[in-house]
Structure formats: structure tokens, C-alpha cells
């Protein structure tokens, strides 16, 4: 029997809510809310009272409670004022306790609540902030120039609870039917399309909403404002549409194009179609993030959403698609399939980074986006990483307010390298397979780093547990050496290759790291890196290891298509050769970006680190565009000379 409404039961991919994942206690030192009960359903209703900087809430949550002796529930809530609790069959609660620490709220009842099913209902006040978090206000400017207000939300990582009480943790999830009444003239958005309209004599409106599908609290959302759109339709029918400032909706166009084409492109690499009947974008005026990927209610600030494709540069219009399809990437990688908890916050991340790269590669080649990944990407994440004060991309977080700390180049940058690493290990086939069989055994759930790396695994028959946990759970990247090259009696190559820790101020690691690599490795007259990469030889997680490759000995390009998250350094006597290989395009257009990428104002370190000398970093350099060299150069000496 359909309990929770017929669209969250059975969603548009055709998975059933009611198969997936219970929620668990977790035993790990995490500070969340008690177990006793768990949410299954929320009924939110919301009046704005724009003028006043508030609004009242009325939220009604179906909750299983599953244990026999709690006579009291507590919620996340931040910032509320409450007016009254009950329990459906117990009655009103006898005491509310808020609690500024922890931002939680406890509702206790004069006897035990009932096992199973029950209605939580809460009505309560709550504060339109300034602070571009939870339920905030900010001003618009409308067709006649007026200034006015304008409300939306923006609860990740956790300020959802400045807008309800709830169970706002990552896997606490349930459906959410919301309602909102606002100003007549204004337009109201939520997660799911519009339901109904009730006009007031006062002259406001009552917005209703559908359903959404089971979800986490922090991809809730709201945006009150006045709007003009633009819209398109995928090829599965979903209704796309970008909301800009009124009387601007050209500057809408581009991103628009960029969501139809994404959609598109995630709907064929995932065999699960985007499970809900819209998705839209909005343009808010003030906006913290560069944007936000609530489920089927997209927020972002203005610069990354708005252009004017016919005067704007190739770097603006790059911009604009990688924020919108890097957001639309997470509806399946974040929104569908939830990290467990903010510790694999990576997960939502790191491969959102990396689509949103393959992706754009696919809609305009001419951008060399995966050469810019080398450059930009890698490299941000390198000159971090290579720093005492970094951290893994696995950071164990205790308290949910701690996950603010690793919003940063680790999760973004080196989480998407790493993912590219795991595609280069796997091969595009092995990867897509795994990929999809994870998205469909954790649809509406959520799932671990190991969930992944399990999928991987499974399908592959490497590993990848094992291999991928040294890149995840501790800090840093090895430096590989290329100590000695000296041929064979077959006509092959012996490689004595040496692995340390790379640490960009020069000093001794304080303990010992290694991991294990995948060698990629091009040859001159030999092996050619990039090709049958899901078959290449891994070096353990030891400090030597010897490699026989088939070449002439001229040079050799190790970690060919830069597709491990590592600095090499090699034999001075073979620079000059690498460098011709460059020049003469005898590697590929990766590896050709190699040079450039070790022309950042951190050159200066791997020369000091590797005790290579400066003229051996400026035959390098000679070997890639004068132009590009010439400002990397001056950039790179400069620091160098300011130390």
C-alpha cells in the first residue's frame, strides 16, 4: 500500500524508495542525534513575512520510533523560536529545551511515545538572516530599478536546521511536501514543480509543491523572488529552466544550453535517468558559494550562472559550464547517492570535478579542458598537498560543523585526480560498469568511500580497496625518481625506480609514506604509456622497485598521461631528450603540458627538494610555448628571488 505518496515510492528511474538502505547508529566518536527515532516523512508549511525579516513554520514529520523507553525527541534546530510540539495519540510536549551548543532542540512528552509510526508536529518562528545561510534575505533590483527583497535558501553543510526542525544529518533522510506562502507577485520555488496556487484576500499566495523523493536534509531548498526564465526540455523529457534577474533572460541562454547537454550526457553514463520532473536554476544576487546542487532547485551566485554568450570570452564561457555541469553532476553523485556522513565528503566532490571536466571536453573540444585539468586541477592540489599543513582526502570528522575545514582544493582538486586515476586503472568499460552498478545498489541511500571502491573492485577483479585507500586516507603524494635506466640482454629497459614522500619545503617527513603507483610509462622507440592502461604494472607501496619497458633508452616519460597525482624527477643526462620529446610532440598532449605545470611559483621548491638544478628546469621550459614559458618563467624567478 502506497503510504508516502506515489512519486516518492516509485521515482521516474523506477527504483522503489521503500528498497533502499535502513539508517544505522553509527559507534565511531561522530556527535549525532540520538537513534530512537527516525524520520520517514516531513509536511513543511511556510508564510513568509518578507518585510519583517521572518516566518512562521508549521512542520508535521512522520517518524519511526524504535525505542520503548524515550519519552522525548531531539532535532537539530538553529536559531527558532517554538510556539508549541505534540505527538499524535501522546499530546502536547511538557517542556522544549533548546540547547545553543549543540543546536538541537528536545521535545519531552509525560510518556513514553509509541513504537513504530508516529506524527511529530512542530509550530514555530524563525528569523530571514543576512548572513547568506539558511533561510536568508537578500535584494534584488526589479524592471523599474526598484530595490527590493528577495528570499532562498543555502543549508549545506548544516543550516538547514535554521529553516525547520529536523534530522539534519546526511543519512537522516525523508521525503519533504512543502508549501509556501509569499507576496502575489513573486514567484515561488522548490525542489519539485509546482502542485498548487491558493490566492489570499491580503493579496499573497499559497504555493504547494509535489513531493520530493527520499533525500538529505541540506539539498532542501527554496528561492522567492522575481524572475524572468528561459527553458528546454532533455531528451527524456525533463523540463529545464534558468531563472535570471527580471528583464535579463538572454544572459540565461548559455547555461541553459550547458544543463540540456549535461543532463543528456549523465542520463547515457549512468543508465539512471534524472529522477525528477525538473530541474532548475536560479541566479541569486548574494550568494557565498559559487553555487549549490539542491535537488532540482540549483542556486548560484550570479557570475556563474549569467553571461552574454555573444561578447563573453572562451575563459568566461568555460566558467559558466563547469559550475552548471560540475552542480548537475551532483544530482546523481551527491543528491541520489548521499556521502554516509561529511568525512567522504570527496565523494560528492572529487567526482563531480572530474565529469564536469570529461563532460565540457565532450561539448567543446577546442578547450583542452583535460590538459587544463593537468595544469589547474592536479596542480592546485599538488601545491597544497605538498605542504605539512595539508590533509587526506579521507579527514575522520567528528562534528558535522568541522566539515567547513575540508571544503577545500584536497576534496575538489585531488579528489578528481584521484578519480581520473581510477579511470586510467580500470579502463573506461570496467569503470562505467562499476560506476552504474554503485548507483544502482545505493539510489536514495547513501554510501562510504569503500561502497565505491567495492563497485570498482567487484567488476575489475583488482584491488582497488586496497590500492585506492593509501591515496584517500593519508595526506601527501610520492616523488617517483628514475634513479638508473640500463638495458637488457632481451633489448628491454631495467627501470630502478625510488618512491619518498614529497614534501615542498624540503625537510625530512616525520614518518614514512608510500604507496602503491600505477606505472604509466612511455618509452622512446618502445612502450607507449597511454595505450592498454588498464593492464599496466603497479609499483607496491614500497620505497624500490625495478621495471623492465621496451625503448631505445633515450628518454622516458613516467606516469604517461600525468593520469597519478605525483611529482618525477629524472636523470639530468636525460632532460635534454625528454625535452626534444616535448618539442617534437613525440608524447602526448598531456604529457607535453608537464613542463608548464612545473613552471608554477612551487618550481623553485622541486628544484630545491630534488637538487636539480635552475638550468635544468629552463630546458624544460625552452621545451613549451615561448610565449606561456616567458610569463611562467618570470612568475616561478620572481618568487624565487623574494624568499
Not at 558535522?400 to 586515476?421: L, N, P, T
Not at 544502482?440 to 571502491?453: E, H, I, M, P, V
Not at 593509501?470 to 618512491?499: C, N, V, Y
Amino acid at each position: 500500500m502506497d503510504t508516502i505518496g506515489g512519486f516518492a515510492t516509485l521515482c521516474r528511474c523506477g527504483k522503489s524508495a521503500c528498497a533502499t538502505h535502513i539508517t544505522a547508529p553509527c559507534d565511531d566518536g561522530r556527535q549525532l542525534l540520538p537513534a530512537d527515532a527516525e524520520p520517514i516523512a516531513y509536511a513543511l508549511d511556510i508564510a513568509l513575512r518578507l518585510d519583517e525579516h521572518a516566518f512562521d513554520g508549521v512542520v508535521a514529520v512522520d517518524v519511526d520510533v524504535r525505542s520503548r523507553e524515550t519519552s522525548s525527541l531531539t532535532l537539530h534546530a538553529k536559531e527558532l523560536n517554538f510556539k508549541k510540539a505534540s505527538f499524535e495519540g501522546i499530546g502536547d510536549a511538557t517542556n522544549i529545551a533548546l540547547s545553543e551548543e549543540t543546536s538541537t532542540v528536545t521535545f519531552t512528552f509525560d510518556k513514553p511515545l509509541p513504537l513504530g509510526n508516529g506524527k511529530l508536529s512542530i509550530t514555530y518562528t524563525g528569523e530571514l538572516n543576512n548572513q547568506m545561510a539558511g533561510f536568508y534575505r537578500s535584494s534584488y533590483v526589479d524592471r523599474d530599478g526598484n530595490t527590493k527583497l528577495m528570499a532562498s535558501t543555502q543549508f549545506e553543510a548544516i543550516d538547514a536546521r535554521r529553516c525547520l526542525p529536523c534530522w539534519d544529518e546526511p543519512r537522516r533522510k525523508a521525503t519533504f511536501e512543502c508549501s509556501l506562502r509569499v507576496p502575489g507577485h513573486m514567484t515561488a520555488l522548490s525542489n519539485m514543480p509546482e502542485k498548487g496556487v491558493e490566492e489570499h484576500a491580503d493579496g499573497s499566495k499559497t504555493v504547494s509543491f509535489d513531493r520530493t523523493p527520499r533525500m538529505s536534509t541540506y539539498l532542501l531548498a527554496f528561492v522567492v523572488g522575481e524572475f524572468d526564465a528561459v527553458e528546454a526540455t532533455s531528451k527524456n523529457g525533463v523540463q529545464i529552466r534558468v531563472f535570471c534577474p527580471p528583464g535579463k533572460p538572454q544572459l540565461g541562454r548559455f547555461a541553459l544550453e550547458c544543463a540540456v547537454a549535461a543532463l543528456d550526457s549523465y542520463d547515457e553514463t549512468f543508465q539512471i535517468h534524472y529522477p525528477l520532473p525538473k530541474a532548475d536554476m536560479v541566479a541569486i544576487p548574494e550568494f557565498a558559494a559559487g553555487a549549490m546542487e539542491n535537488w532540482g532547485l540549483v542556486t548560484y551566485r550570479e557570475v556563474d550562472l549569467l553571461i552574454d554568450d555573444r561578447s563573453a570570452s572562451s575563459r568566461q564561457l568555460q566558467r559558466v559550464a563547469e559550475v552548471v555541469i560540475h552542480e548537475l553532476a551532483h544530482q546523481w553523485f551527491g543528491n541520489l547517492v548521499t556521502m554516509e556522513w561529511w568525512d567522504d565528503l570527496w565523494l560528492n566532490e572529487g567526482f563531480a570535478t572530474w565529469m564536469e571536466t570529461g563532460v565540457c571536453h565532450k561539448l567543446h573540444p577546442d578547450w583542452n579542458m583535460w590538459e587544463q585539468f593537468i595544469t589547474d586541477m592536479q596542480g592546485r592540489a599538488l601545491s597544497l598537498d605538498a605542504l605539512r599543513s595539508s590533509h587526506p582526502i579521507q579527514v575522520p570528522i567528528a562534528k558535522a560543523e568541522e566539515v567547513e575545514q575540508v571544503f577545500d582544493a584536497i576534496s575538489y582538486c585531488k579528489g578528481g585526480s584521484v578519480v581520473r586515476m581510477v579511470h586510467a586503472i580500470l579502463g573506461e568499460a570496467k569503470f562505467v560498469e562499476g560506476l552504474r552498478n554503485y548507483m544502482s545498489n545505493f539510489s536514495y541511500g547513501n554510501a562510504t568511500t569503500d561502497d565505491l571502491w567495492g563497485a570498482w573492485e567487484d567488476v575489475s577483479g583488482k584491488p582497488i580497496r586496497k590500492l585506492m585507500g593509501q591515496w584517500t586516507r593519508q595526506m601527501g603524494f610520492p616523488l617517483l625518481e628514475l634513479k638508473a635506466a640500463e638495458p637488457q640482454p632481451d633489448g628491454s629497459i631495467k627501470l630502478s625506480l625510488h618512491q619518498s614522500w614529497f614534501l615542498s619545503d624540503g625537510s625530512a617527513p616525520s614518518s614514512s609514506q608510500s604507496w602503491t603507483i600505477p606505472l604509466f610509462v612511455t618509452a622512446s622507440g618502445g612502450a607507449n604509456g597511454e595505450e592498454k592502461m588498464d593492464e599496466a604494472p603497479l609499483m607496491p607501496a614500497e620505497a624500490d622497485f625495478e621495471l623492465n619497458v621496451k625503448g631505445d633508452g633515450a628518454w622516458f616519460k613516467l606516469n604517461a598521461g600525468q593520469h597519478v597525482p605525483m611529482r618525477v624527477v629524472y636523470p639530468e643526462t636525460m632532460v635534454p631528450n625528454l625535452a626534444s620529446a616535448v618539442r617534437t610532440k613525440s608524447i602526448c598532449a598531456a604529457d607535453r603540458q608537464t613542463p608548464r605545470a612545473q613552471t608554477s611559483p612551487q618550481s623553485h621548491h622541486f628544484c630545491y627538494v630534488t637538487s636539480r638544478t635552475y638550468a635544468t628546469l629552463c630546458e624544460i621550459l625552452r621545451s613549451g610555448d615561448s610565449t606561456k614559458v616567458r610569463g611562467k618563467c618570470y612568475t616561478a624567478f620572481t618568487q624565487l628571488l623574494t624568499q
